[in-house]
């Protein structure tokens, strides 16, 4: 019998893994992993600095831990070449392997605008992150959505200068209202804002904005958006947009290929967060296994890790009809988006307001019905 085959080894992968293996303890399962393959938690690379967590102190299992509590083989170091549907088999080092079915969790890249600026999207980009630091006083954070936010605040919490620069006029310019974004910006007072910022060039450390504005820097940490990674899928001739185009089923255009993770588009979502992988695995693995379930996705708000300005934010869907309403106060933000038919579809919160985070939940709509 040949085996499952993920390509893959963050959450999606793993959780995908382990619940396959909770269903069915006897298929094959191999998984390929074109890093170490160890198990580690992500989310947790934006907030180790202040934790006092270092890199090797993430690992919460290697790879070889993972095999045993799987049953499972892992290929670590292995990149994928190529994908044959038609004959159901990959292509990995040049050796071609078959599959029974295949589930890509391929994950995203981030966007790279600048050369000279690091990213930090996997664990070894972190290592090599966290080497940089050493010795180093004064970051420059490009981009202040959630990742850039969540190191601007556990960089600056640690002592370092931090100085971000965003097109946008405040932080989270995406997710939240201007009354919260103030708030954020207010709360997180080590870090220094520059709104409106469009840098022209990155060099060495000096940061050119095309208004001739030049700032210094020790380091540059570029987090402006990830990129679902599509390049295999595509090459293979799946369907993708954004990401790799699943049904409710988590099927792709192509016979016995799934997709799952950052690297997946659901009815025009991209969601490359923890949630949507924990749900979205469930149903993976039963169909999979030969069931027929559709993917649902409840109200999945998100907490931002940012402990000087506590904030959650479940934004309505691009294209919702309604208006935000605000209730701004000393100690935090709260604003709801109301439909035209006063129901609540989405809202962001910081300070003491996101102790209204459960309740406010339970009035949205499931982001996937």
Partial sequence: MEPVVIVGSGLAGYQSAKEIRRLDSNVPLLLVSMDSGNFYSKPMLSNA??????PDSLVIKTADQMADELD????TDARVDAIFPADHAISTGGEKL???KLVLALGADPMRLHADALSVN???DYIKFRKALEGKKRIAIIGAGLVGCEFADDLSSSGFEIDVFDIASQPLGRLVTPECGKWME???KRVAWHWG????????GSILLEDGSAFQADIV???VGLKPRIGLAQDAGMACARGILVNRQLETSAGDVYAIGDCMEVEGQVLPFVMPIMHASKILAQNVLGKRESLVYPAMPVVVKTPSCPAVVSPPKPGSVGAWHTEAGTDGVKSVFLGEDGKMLGFALCGKAVSE????AKELPAVLS
Avoid: P, Q
């Fill in 49 to 54: 600095f202040s934790s006092g967590k270092s």
């Fill in 72 to 75: 499972a083989t892992i290929r």
């Fill in 98 to 100: 078959r599959y029974s």
């Fill in 122 to 124: 996997d664990l070894s």
């Fill in 186 to 188: 207010h709360a997180m």
């Fill in 197 to 204: 910022a469009k840098i022209s060039k990155i060099e060495k």
């Fill in 221 to 223: 940490l570029s987090a």
């Fill in 357 to 360: 985070k459960n309740l406010l």
